[in-house]
């Protein structure tokens, strides 16, 4: 069975970066598309970016709005890792990441943000952005 863990979050000042990892065991990552969301204390689980399967399709990559052009995600599928690169990180990214693969849907090698597609979430690995 597929089981993803997270980890790479610490304590940053506003303006820091933090690097990701989302590594897999049980099952490869090859046909599925992983995304990683984030839960900020008394807030709903939100998107945050998504990488497409390589093997199936060409590994297309989303971000939200929020994240654009500051965050990147990439996958390393021989050492079955999903990577978030995150620069000039901001207060309001403070919360708890998580990784899952789109295991909930028939387009699982494809991104789409909608919570309910992905399952087997990690953990998560906390961010704290604070002066």
């Known amino acids: 069975q597929l089981q993803l863990a997270e980890s790479g979050g610490g304590s940053v000042q506003p303006g820091g970066s933090l690097r990701l990892s989302c590594v897999a065991s049980?099952?490869?990552?090859?046909?599925?598309?992983i995304a990683w969301f984030r839960q900020a204390p008394g807030k709903e689980r939100e998107g945050v970016s998504c990488?497409?399967?390589?093997?199936?399709?060409?590994?297309?990559?989303y971000y939200s709005d929020s994240v654009k052009e500051r965050f990147t995600i990439s996958r390393d599928d021989a050492h079955k890792t999903v990577y978030l690169e995150m620069n000039n990180l901001r207060p309001y990214a403070t919360a708890d990441y998580f990784c899952?693969?789109?295991?909930?849907?028939?387009?699982?090698?494809?991104?789409?943000?909608?919570?309910?597609?992905?399952?087997?979430w990690g953990q998560g690995t906390p961010v704290t952005v604070s002066s």
């Open positions: 049980g099952e490869t990552l090859d046909y599925y598309a």
């Open positions: 899952a693969p789109r295991l909930n849907s028939p387009w699982s090698s494809s991104c789409d943000m909608t919570l309910l597609t992905y399952d087997h």
């Open positions: 990488i497409a399967s390589a093997s199936v399709g060409k590994g297309d990559t």
